[in-house]
């Protein structure tokens, strides 16, 4: 069968490829675009390693296929930073200690992205029910937590 | 929330800060490239068969299907790796053995184990291998199979290996059986010690098998040239050991296999061993091309190791006082396919943190058919102290004593006698006890279904093998090269130490982890040796650095080099020239280097020794759910001596992970196995590590009695933070219920149980 | 090796005439998270993938008859984002916001959590207790089912060939209704319900209960709608000792197995504790509402 032929916007860019029907977005991501920042931790979405953004909607990229991308709007952990700007998320991240092997952030960092865009005061708790399908084996959720809450802080500007 | 106590030294400049860590942009950015994320034109994928039985011999494999399919340009099997000699090699407690090594890469004679590999390919898409491996075709005669170890002891238990006789045993055995090892330490009477006592508990604990948990799975890219010379890109806790096992498998000249180390997503201890890099490297030689191998997280559960099963009995006496006079264990500890469980570890730690003078502890290593068993931090150890704690609870419970005075009553101090025939030679132990003693929290009243525990742990820690290169950059910023993966922060670290010893800004320091052909030999990152062992590598490298700058400032100034000394980042005269020049700094003697003599750099290595332990102490407050069983914990704080916090921040962050890969093993996670000796959990759905909603925050306080052995006073902090947690959990389950938990997981069917038999479960 | 097409049709008609025309077989793809973890283990084979997310009446959530319809692949995330659905029918809604992680919930849909069948799912008990019905559209027309009818197996459902679910019609509340949903899982989220409990209950203004539905999932085969249960409310002010009794008939009416989530008896006894603990809720919450 001849591959399917998509167009699509990624971090902001129009961007075409040529995909499998049966390849996932995180396949398509990672072998055909070569943006290795969105990483596979388990292929089931049990992990949140492959999060990215679906027009603005948090999702895992193993279980969105390719092609579903057609015409629609993904933000991937490379579109997060403007150039030599982190995203405050980031930057709490990195000032918190918040990754230690860092295999985890990127999914992270998405996901919590996310959360601040829809909650821009959120409690502990919330943070934690929201980043329940990222996990993360090193930190124990701490400086995850600490770093999250303090970059809505920032982001308040409270 | 954190706490640092008893720091002494006040004149360290940048040790002890918190700054960004030199790796952290490309992680937080997607830029960091771990083993998955390397690709070379022409690349191949990669792709592993694996046995779908527990136990079964292997008669043959067919492969001409799988290779006529367009697109596959090989395929191997263990024929394509030299078979090995049987022996085994290195020290006792960490000894290897390549005949089981290669068996375990690629099955020979018989399947050991659902997701032993069998065979491979290498295809020029990822789907067209995973094609080629369902057309291998592989004939198997299945035989019974056993996996749990109180059942693989049993004198009619199915044989994985028809001829193992139990080492340790005199005379040896005549019957062949599944007990690869026995062993036995012991000091003073314990018959004596238990005939003396007040008071002895004794109680039968049994542990799941656990798995390390890491995100990332295996992975790795390799590139075999025709003339054999090899590259390979791998994320491992140790690219020198990736290499060292490599080239034994493979019957490769050290020399010719170059080893760079990716980032890695995750160890633990899980990442000291091979898997897919022998075979990479074989079916790049077989088809010429790059060839590309990803475990996927079913593999990773099915076919990687994890830590053991254990079933053990505890026996402590103490006289009324609290004074233990004697202390017994028996551990039976899972291998997994092929020997080598850690319960020699686990023998040798349990009663560590106390002063016993009649102790017996005997060990068994028993093979199963499930994955070789390997290293998951502190091995050995949290099972052998979940339940050594657990009794001690009791033993505490029935004497009417707090438990944290009890272990302090019975602390061990520099000159202890070890059960292992060492004596300790460190502090530390009793400061991480006072130091829960003195938390507030210690004595807030709780509510009711609600428990506080407490427990101990320690971990010998390691030194060994390590080396490091620092170049002097004309501009006065320098690169420190390692040879130590960084699996949680350990650049920081370096370029602390660097920067202190050089006395330069912590950021004009650049810290790299080297391959194998461009830094000299260091063993794995594991053992919470890197701080220690090869932080003294770099610092012994920073001194001859110093040296070197010393020697180009006597040169500028025509004076004697004795009469220079370096200080705050620069060379002054001192002596009988004091005061004569201006002092040089760093950066000034670097810009000066073609003049003076050239390059300035220097290189060390070691083989650290003077390591100290680790002792950390925990507390753990839990509600339990009296209707469902569910326990939720509500508050943790752990105590852990840390000789010196290099980065406080990453000590920390090493001791809550432990933390929660405890509480995990505590509450949830095992592996379950169906009749038929399949995995039915092999996967994050049903093997349940802590999510972020399952925990508070944990609390760390950061004892610091420094390591006198070490420039700055190190001891590796990063695994006995995960030796107390099953224990504290299970001990604070008991003061909420009354019910003692003596198996793990105390998952809520269990607990509940427990709660409605009125006993323990 | 198999090759699968993929169509994104615009209309319900042309999704229907796909699958109905299928020689091989054919799959409606919604939010994909059961489906494509199906399809990587190889138990699920397609030839056609019908992604149904670009057809209106499945996506969109409408004020009907007093009521709502909501399409069946409206995503869990845009369910609990709709103020007044949620404030509505706050049981169907968090048992929806169950199933699974945020990132899983911005795909997975409540039609796609019936169709799997899968004997736990978390939307389901909420949805057979809220009294919903599913118009399904199929070769021959549309027809409309009580949602009870629609799963009958692990795995299995009483759709035809070609036969799709468009979206579910809820009905309109009267006062002093409400409902509720409780799981029991071992952690606080990410796992698959051990045992869930979906109650809806109204109080007349004495507040005495005049309506009730109770459903358990993960006990049997497929969910279970508990007439006992509810009839232990039904006339009663949902005291303790009611509750009691409807605690004992959940716990009678399950038939669980033993599987890697929970054995029988840990099923059996949690089942009475969690539709206790949901008709709490859902009394509560039935008292405060107007």
Redesign the interface.
Known sequence: ?AK?HVVTTLNGNSVEFLC???Q?LL?VL??EL????????????????C?IT?NG????S????G??A?GKSVE???G??NGEN?HVL?RK?????A????????GV?V?AR??LERNSDPT??E????????????????????AVLDAAKEMRGA | MSTVLDRTEKTLKVIGTRPVRPDGVPKVTGLAQYGADFSLPGMLWGKILRSPHAHARIRSINTAKALALPGVKAVITSADLPDQKFDYVGPERVAVNFWHMTRNIMAREKVLYEGHAVAAVAATTSAIAAEALRLIEVDYEVLPHVIDVDEAMKPDAPLLFEDMITRGITPAPTKPSNISKRIEYKMGDVDAGFAAADEIVELNFKTAPVHQGYIEPQACLARADADGQTELWASSQGHFVVRTMTVKLLGMKTGDLRVHPAEIGGAFGGKTVVYVEPVAVALSRKTGHPVKIMMSREDVFKATGPTSGTSSTIKIGVTRDGKIVAAEALFKYQAGAFPGSPVMNGCMCGFAPYDIPNVRTIGYDVVCNRPKATAYRAPGSPMSAYAVESTLDMVAAKIGMDPLQLRLKNTAKPGTQLVYGAKHAHAGFAETLQALQRHPGYTAPLGKNQGRGVASGYWFNGGGESSATVHVNEDGTAVVATGSPDIGGSRASTALMAAEALGIPYEHVRPIIADTNSVGYTQATGGSRVTYATGMAVINACNKVIAEMCARAAKIWKIDAADVIWEEGCARPAGKRLGEFEPLSFKEIASKRTATGGPISAAASLNAEGQAPGFSTQFCDVEVDPETGHVKILRYVAAQDAGRAIHPAYVEGQIQGGVVQGIGWALNEEYIYDQEGHLSNAGFLDYRIPVASDLPMIETILVEVPNPNHPYGVKGVAEANIVPPMAAVANAIYHATGRRMTELPMSPPKVLAALDSGRGG | MSEMRYEAPKTLESAVALLSGATGLARVLAGGSDLLIQMRTGRVEPELLVDIKGIPEMTSIVAEKGGFRFGAAVSCMELHEHKAFAQAWPGLTEAAMLIGSYQIKGRATVGGNLCNASPAADSVPALIAASATASIVGPNGRREARVEDIATGPGKTSLAKGEIVASFLLPPRPAHAADAYLRFIPRTEMDIAVVGAGVNLTLNDKGVCTHARVVLGAVAERALLVAEAANALIGTKVDAAALQRLSAAASAACRPIDDKRGTKEYRIKVAGVMTRRAAAIALDRARRMN
Request: hydrophobic fraction near 35%; aromatic fraction near 4%; proline fraction near 1%.
């Open positions: 069968m399917q499998d029907t049966h996932t396949e990672r072998d070569h943006l290795t920042g969105t990483k596979e931790g388990c292929g089931t979405g049990d992990c949140g390693a999060s679906l909607r948090l999702v895992c193993c279980l969105t296929l092609v579903e057609q991937t952990i490379e997060m930073s982190l980031q991240f990195l000032e918190h200690a990754l230690q092997c860092g295999i985890c952030t990127p960092l996901a996310s959360l502990e708790t943070v934690r029910f929201w980043l329940a399908g990222n996990l993360c084996r090193c930190t124990g959720y701490n400086k995850i937590v600490e």
